[in-house]
């Protein structure tokens, strides 16, 4: 399937260059990119743009979604999208709750790959597109089923990934949901705008922040939930991933990323945040990311499991 993006608003003409700035920018009809577009002027005239025209069709789409939650981190590599995929099965494991999750990773789509679709495609009817279905009660949406190959980098500015953002949220037939996780890229830039712009009315129900324990990690992590109190999401907490490893034969554990500045938590006295738990780590939960198959199923017992339900259980369904 191809991706057909619909440009983020203010709306962009189909016939802007590809590095179009935006006409929210600053270079809006200045930029190098402007010369020869036909709506130069128009841009360059600062004339004030409208309301979204998406916002309704959002606003209508999320009416039957209870609850939406964000999985957040500064810095990359510190296991988000496996979070999001565990928090995903976990609701999922109630026949009765309907869940969803949206990867908005755009440059770095894992999560069809962690739940086993990778290979699975988008289709659209009448009512909009489809998502992947995992089992009956969990569908994922994610720019990785619209790729031609996994190998193919997705190289675009902030206006089309803007654009593919409203496209998940209006255009996708979520149905009823009770839960929506999205899964968003390391950092604080266009992809986490777009989601707090656009779910503004419909709201955000809160964020879980993942970190590691090393201070390189921390200091990026500060700074993300910085964004969610500038923006007003509210912060369910902290989750500190791959805190000290955990042997699956013996079952001792030993700190792998010393926690040098005190870790999530220190991190969580410090912002006045709680920490929601600690996650150890466990080599299967890597080797269950790279089959497509549920850790918390396969591995009830480990230790890894254990913290992550009780985080899922004791903090975030409530």
Same mark, same amino acid.
């Given at each position: ?6 440009? $983020? ?75 999001? $995929? ?177 870790? $999530? ?41 254990? $913290? ?11």
């Amino acid at each position: 399937m191809s991706i057909l993006v619909q440009r $983020a608003t203010p709306a962009i003409p189909d016939n802007a260059p590809d590095h179009c700035p935006g006409p929210e920018s600053e270079q809006a009809g200045k930029s190098d990119a402007c010369a020869g577009c036909a709506n130069q002027e128009i841009c360059a005239s600062s004339q004030p743009a409208g309301p979204d025209p998406a916002l309704p069709f959002i606003r209508s789409r999320m009416a039957s979604v209870k609850r939406k939650i964000l999985v957040l981190s500064g810095k990359g590599g510190v296991g988000k999208s496996t979070f999001t $995929a565990q928090l995903g099965w976990a609701f999922a494991s109630d026949e009765t709750l309907q869940t969803g999750i949206m990867d908005v990773d755009i440059c770095g789509p894992s999560i069809p790959t962690i739940l086993g679709i990778a290979h699975e495609q988008v289709h659209s009817s009448s009512a909009g597109w489809s998502p992947v279905y995992v089992q009956d009660n969990l569908g994922v949406m994610s720019v990785g089923f619209m790729l031609p190959s996994a190998k193919d980098a997705v190289m675009w500015r902030g206006p089309k990934k803007n654009g593919l953002i409203s496209q998940f949220l209006k255009d996708v037939d979520w149905g009823d949901l009770d839960w929506l996780v999205i899964d968003t890229p390391p950092g604080t830039s266009d992809e986490h705008l777009s989601v707090v712009q656009y779910l503004k009315e419909s709201g955000i129900d809160g964020a879980v922040v993942i970190t590691t324990p090393q201070e390189v990690a921390i200091q990026d992590v500060r700074r993300e939930i910085d964004f969610c109190r500038k923006v007003g999401i509210k912060v369910l907490g902290v989750v500190e991933n791959m805190s000290g490893f955990v042997c699956p034969g013996c079952k001792a554990e030993s700190q792998i990323f010393k926690p040098s500045t005190g870790g $999530a938590k220190r991190l969580a006295e410090d912002m006045g945040i709680e920490l929601l738990g600690c996650i150890p780590l466990d080599p299967r939960i890597g080797k269950s990311a790279d089959f497509g198959v549920s850790f918390l199923d396969e591995y009830p017992d480990s230790p890894a499991s254990v $913290a992550y339900m009780k985080i899922i259980d004791r903090k975030i369904r409530q």
